[in-house]
């Protein structure tokens, strides 16, 4: 069993930066695959980032290649995501998940958060 507590949101102009965390719960969040998702108003839950069980690979979304980087830290049960060059677009409510498979299919991850809001004004 897993529990994720995602923190970090906010509200942050076109342009600007975000580091959202995602801290797990549990002893064995080292043998999870970790995944972002977002979810805009209106729109179905979208795939963002994949990170493996070591950090050894890592699986973007083409809308934020080149912007977001996601990391983890096995010691503190934490995964990251650095959001830079951030796009109205991007606003969204985040979900940090842990599943046994590095995929970017949301039914492949059986752990997930509750959430955090971003909002990138224009």
């Known amino acids: 069993q897993v529990q994720l507590v995602e923190s970090g949101g906010g509200l942050v102009q076109a342009g600007g930066s975000l580091r959202l965390s995602c801290a797990a719960s549990?002893?064995?969040?080292?043998?999870?695959?970790m995944g972002w998702f977002r979810q805009a108003p209106g729109k179905e839950r979208e795939f963002v980032v994949a990170i493996n069980w070591s950090g050894g690979s890592r699986l973007y979304a083409d809308s934020v290649k080149g912007r977001f980087t996601i990391s983890r830290d096995n010691g503190k049960n934490t995964v990251y995501l650095q959001m830079n060059s951030l796009k109205p677009e991007d606003t969204a409510v985040y979900y940090c998940a842990a599943g046994w498979a590095y995929s970017s299919k949301s039914a492949d991850y059986g752990y997930w958060g509750q959430g955090t809001q971003v909002t990138v004004s224009s």
């Open positions: 549990g002893r064995t969040f080292s043998s999870y695959a």
